[in-house]
């Protein structure tokens, strides 16, 4: 069964750093991973999508790396604002069986002016 | 501009009524699904339906129904069964496969009252 897991939980930094979030998941057969973020009492809204034969993405100050055979991705945030505060969640595409996404519990990232 | 519409963004529910959650897409995908969100447990999935007049049973479907007689349209119906219904509830939607990621809508929030 695949699992995917969120490592901080929180994290609270000061504007202008650049930080990482980190995405892993147990099972590497995934079609692809998908970054969002969710504001409080919100939608999810896509950031990142990266295909399983890719190694990364980038948006504006967004970076998404991928390793499948190790089942990890990043999302890397550069010179964070306020704005950017918010919790991200990573969700993979298992290949074969059902549709559906498997999401990890998601980082709460508070950055402080 | 496309995207996913749920309604209402706030529904409250006496205990032992039917309600049923609205959601519309105008993105021409195939697929559509149903979360429910609960602090600290990240997003389980309810139903999903890849094709018009089809659907599939996810993680957690007791106490909820739908039906998929638009491709535009998959309301889910949380009924008197489902024993603690007070939750975010999120629709998304995919081209078949999620191959190409997948749209969130903003979310309704079901309270019981």
């Known amino acids: 069964k695949q699992e995917v897991t969120q490592i901080p939980a929180a994290l609270s930094v000061p504007e202008g750093e650049n930080l990482v979030l980190n995405c892993s998941f147990t099972?590497?057969?995934?079609?692809?991973l998908q970054w969002f973020r969710q504001d409080p009492g919100k939608g999810l809204t896509s950031l990142l999508l990266?295909?399983?034969?890719?190694r990364e993405q980038t948006s504006g100050r967004l970076n998404a790396s991928l390793d499948k055979s190790s089942g990890r991705s990043t999302l890397y945030i550069a010179a964070s604002q306020p704005g950017d505060s918010a919790t991200y969640l990573c969700?993979?595409?298992?290949?074969?069986?059902?549709?559906?996404?498997?999401f990890g519990k998601g980082t709460k990232l508070t950055v402080n002016p | 501009d496309g995207g996913i519409t749920q309604s209402p963004k706030y529904l409250f529910r006496k205990e032992g009524q039917n309600v049923t959650l609205s959601c519309e897409q105008n993105?021409?995908?195939?697929?559509m699904y149903w979360y429910r969100q609960d602090p600290g447990q990240g997003l389980r999935l309810i139903y999903y339906?890849?094709?018009?007049?089809?659907?599939q049973k996810g993680d957690i479907a007791e106490g909820y129904s739908v039906s998929r007689e638009k491709k535009e349209s998959f309301p889910l119906t949380v009924t008197s069964a489902q024993k603690n219904p007070t939750a975010f509830y999120l629709c998304?939607?995919?081209?078949?496969?999620?191959?190409?990621?997948?749209?969130f809508g903003w979310g309704t929030r079901l309270t019981v009252v």
């Open positions: 998304a939607s995919s081209i078949r496969g999620g191959d190409y990621g997948y749209t």
């Open positions: 099972d590497s057969a995934i079609y692809n």
């Open positions: 990266i295909q399983s034969s890719q």
């Open positions: 969700a993979v595409r298992p290949t074969g069986g059902s549709e559906k996404l498997v």
């Open positions: 993105l021409n995908h195939d697929a």
């Open positions: 339906s890849q094709i018009v007049n089809d659907f």
